[in-house]
């Protein structure tokens, strides 16, 4: 379980640290848009930034809330293709046997909810969110579990990351399939075409981060004026980044090894610089520890940080900042109610039941430690959406009224399904620290 229990547990280190600061973000978001300073909030992420050259056809206007809905949140979506390559050739999606209980759960989280909103919205406007309950936010989950404790079994923490991942899988695709439009396919052909040189590239194990960067950036520009959201290239760019390692463990051990002995043999330790040879064994080692992570763990590693402490504060910043009012929502405030029902029991339901059908069937198993309580308390945190689900949001509707309306309801339903999901799991959870 070792080599599998740390980088895990590095994850969701990372993951609950970045969910406080989510948290803080978008409760600053809240009352900023809801002050007498809102109008402000709102201008700021409307106001238009310009890349390029304004005179010539190499430019791109936006407001700024796009800018980081469609460009910052790329590479968002890039570090989770990075974490789905990790978990499908490296960790815990590798077997069916592992994959199998996280496939049920996010199966049951992304048809349930989706099916309670389409019957409690039936014939009302707002169908076209049905895609906004259905996602899960891994770090405000993570974050939650974390407040419990070393109570909480390490069995459950690997689930709950492993059936998220899913779940993004899952989100992604309802976005490429059904919130695009209008869409040019001879850019998409395009956008293949360096796509699937890449992937040969990284097949043959041939791999420049600068080549790759540049090739990315021509990648997303093609989906951003294809139709095709651009959100998905940072997915496909993921899975081009090679997996494999230039230097294996025993090589690398040997060269630091041999070089460290340089420093071993001078007497002399008090010299304020080191001597050539000292320089040369320190370029090697440099060079070896590079080449001893793949590219793709290199910089899911880099990036992480990035991501979870930055990019993800900036879109909660920009996007939470929902009026909470009913005013003025007359027509549309069945689509908070709706979402808010459809997160907290259409998750709840659906990760419970599919789940609980799959151990059943013995095509699944219960994580170790675990029992049917907890796991339905983790069923209702599933229902915790907000990035995803404002992201989107953002997608789904393009009326004013109909995008407040949508985000009051991931506010509410996420507190509670936040709150239902840590209760449960208190009271399951006996006062003892695991030893995981």
């Not at 940080?305 to 009026?323: K, R």
């Amino acid at each position: 379980m070792k080599p599998i229990k740390n980088p895990i547990l590095r994850f969701i280190n990372l993951e609950t640290t970045s969910s406080i600061i989510l948290l803080v973000v978008s409760i600053i978001a809240i009352i900023w848009a809801n002050s007498s300073y809102g109008y402000v909030y709102e201008a700021l992420w409307n106001h238009k930034f310009t890349i390029g050259f304004a005179d010539t056809d190499f430019y791109l206007v936006k407001p700024l809330i796009l800018w980081i809905n469609d460009g910052l949140m790329a590479i968002f979506f890039f570090v989770i293709g990075l974490e789905v390559k990790r978990e499908v050739l490296a960790g815990e999606l590798t077997t069916l046997r592992k994959a199998s209980l996280p496939i049920f759960a996010a199966i049951g989280g992304m048809v349930f909810p989706v099916l309670i909103f389409l019957v409690l919205n039936e014939g009302k406007i707002g169908a076209d969110g049905w895609g906004i309950p259905m996602a899960t936010d891994i770090a405000f989950t993570l974050g939650i579990l974390k407040l419990l404790g070393n109570r909480v079994p390490l069995g459950l923490k690997i689930f709950l990351t492993a059936f998220a991942i899913v779940d993004d899988i899952g989100a992604v695709l309802v976005i490429a399939i059904f919130y695009s439009a209008n869409i040019q396919w001879d850019l998409i052909v395009y956008a293949m075409l360096i796509f699937s040189v890449l992937a040969i590239l990284s097949f043959k194990e041939i791999y420049s981060k600068y080549f790759y960067f540049i090739m990315g950036f021509v990648v997303w520009l093609l989906f951003l004026k294809s139709g095709i959201h651009p959100t998905i290239a940072g997915i496909l760019m993921a899975f081009t980044i090679p997996i494999q390692r230039k230097v294996n463990l025993k090589e690398y051990l040997i060269v630091l090894t041999s070089q460290l002995n340089f420093f071993k043999e001078d007497k002399n330790q008090v010299e304020k610089l080191l001597n050539k040879k000292q320089l040369e064994a320190i370029d090697i080692i440099e060079n070896s520890t590079e080449n001893i992570q793949s590219p793709l763990q290199n910089i899911e590693h880099s990036m992480h940080g990035w991501v979870s402490y930055i990019i993800m504060p900036i879109f909660a910043l920009a996007n939470a900042g929902v009026i909470l009012s009913f005013e003025g929502l007359e027509n549309t405030s069945h689509v908070t109610i709706n979402i808010a029902l459809a997160l907290v029991f259409g998750n709840a339901i659906g990760i419970m039941l599919m789940s609980y059908i799959g151990i059943k069937l013995k095509l699944a198993v219960l994580p170790k430690k675990v029992n049917y309580l907890q796991l339905l308390g983790v069923s209702c945190l599933g229902g915790l959406g907000f990035t995803m689900s404002l992201f989107i949001s953002n997608l789904a509707f393009t009326d004013q009224s109909l995008i407040a309306a949508s985000k009051m309801g991931i506010i509410i339903g996420s507190i509670i399904a936040g709150t239902l999901g840590y209760a449960i799991l208190r009271f399951s959870l006996n006062g003892k620290e695991i030893k995981n």
